[in-house]
């Protein structure tokens, strides 16, 4: 028999430790990393899921209010929530789905809505029996985000060339940009220089950052090993990187930023080499580059056609990042 519990703020290091032992979970599970928002506060609805007095599941999620519409999210704010497990079986990934269920009608929610992890997260095998039941359940996958993901080589050296040989560049001409630019790469321990670039990025494209500066800050002191950040300078700064290790396998490149008027100087490729060579003395494999879709665009799906492109330039290959909704 499965048992279902509401998460309480004493059971932290429990859920935390799960997570980070779980087939699929990430930093963004975390209730450590979940706690961070300082412009948004979200009414936690948080669900753990035990079979013989062990965790076997949990479920990060908040009360979201969609005008008349209660919607039990997981999760509002974070990149994605789902279903966290350790090898669920089917029999038991289905009860999961209808405690979870039972627990939204009880609690006069109207809809429940799932951005489940992509399977690039997963440590162990690619399982995809969430995604399976949620879709024999009927939900609506309507809403689903394209990935660029990249694959570290085993012989880095050669990656880099192919790279060069995609951007039509040598790779000579990389390393005379930075020999003859006196460019220099630094990870540092602040967003001091990167931000003033993020926010001018972003206006460039009527947007705002996922984070305030604050909470950039926060999330450092609370993962100072897992969230970090990548500086280019000629002299100034002129661009930047900011790295989510997801998992011990897995990092998330969440800002890829640059001054414009440094643009000839290539320094997002110039990076994103730094970054491929950097994941390979760090045993990472994967490296998420993040969606690719128009901001503030009508349609939320409409892709950015020229990013992806710039994307797969790099080997970037493409992930999904499925939502369900139960009655949308």
């Known amino acids: 028999m499965i048992e279902i519990l509401k998460y309480e703020n004493n059971l932290l290091s429990d859920w935390d430790d799960f997570v980070e032992h779980s087939n699929n979970g990430t930093i963004f599970h975390k209730q450590k990393f979940l ?19 062990k965790i076997i ?7 979201e209010l969609k005008g ?17 497990h350790r090898n669920l079986s089917f029999d038991s990934c289905w009860k999961i789905i ?18 489940q992890p992509p399977n690039i997260f997963n440590r162990y095998q690619n399982d995809e029996i969430v995604d399976y039941c949620l879709r024999r359940k009927k939900y609506n996958s309507k809403e689903f985000y394209l990935t660029s993901v990249l694959a570290i080589e085993d012989v880095v050296s050669e990656q880099i060339k192919k790279i060069s040989k995609n951007k039509k560049r040598s790779e000579k001409y990389y390393d005379t940009l930075i020999t003859k630019n006196n460019l220099k790469f630094r990870w540092v321990e602040n967003f001091d220089d990167f931000y003033p670039i993020l926010i001018k990025n972003k206006k460039k494209h009527n947007a705002t950052p996922t984070h305030s500066v604050e909470e950039l800050e926060k999330l450092r002191y609370l993962f100072p090993n897992d969230i970090l950040q990548l500086m280019l300078y000629r002299d100034a700064p002129i661009g930047g990187m900011t790295v989510f290790k997801a998992t011990p396998n897995c990092i998330i490149i969440f800002y890829s930023m640059f001054d414009y008027k440094y643009n000839n100087l290539q320094p997002i490729t110039l ?28 349609d939320c799906l409409s892709l950015n056609k020229s990013l992806i492109k710039f994307k797969e330039e790099f080997g970037c290959f493409a992930s999904i990042r499925n939502t369900y909704s139960q009655k949308e």
């Open 271 to 298: 990076l994103m080499q730094y970054v491929i060579r950097w994941a390979k003395k760090n045993k990472v494999k994967i490296i998420d580059y993040g969606v690719s879709h128009q901001p503030n665009d009508g």
């Open 35 to 53: 706690s961070y928002h300082i412009n948004r506060r979200f009414d936690d609805f948080s669900l753990i899921f035990k079979k013989r007095g």
């Open 68 to 84: 008349s519409k209660k919607v039990l999210f997981s999760h509002p704010g974070a990149s994605f929530g789902g279903i966290i």
């Open 57 to 63: 599941a949990v479920f990060p999620a908040a009360i």
């Open 98 to 115: 209808e405690l979870i269920e039972k627990t939204a009608l009880k609690n006069n929610f109207d809809n429940i809505f799932i951005i």
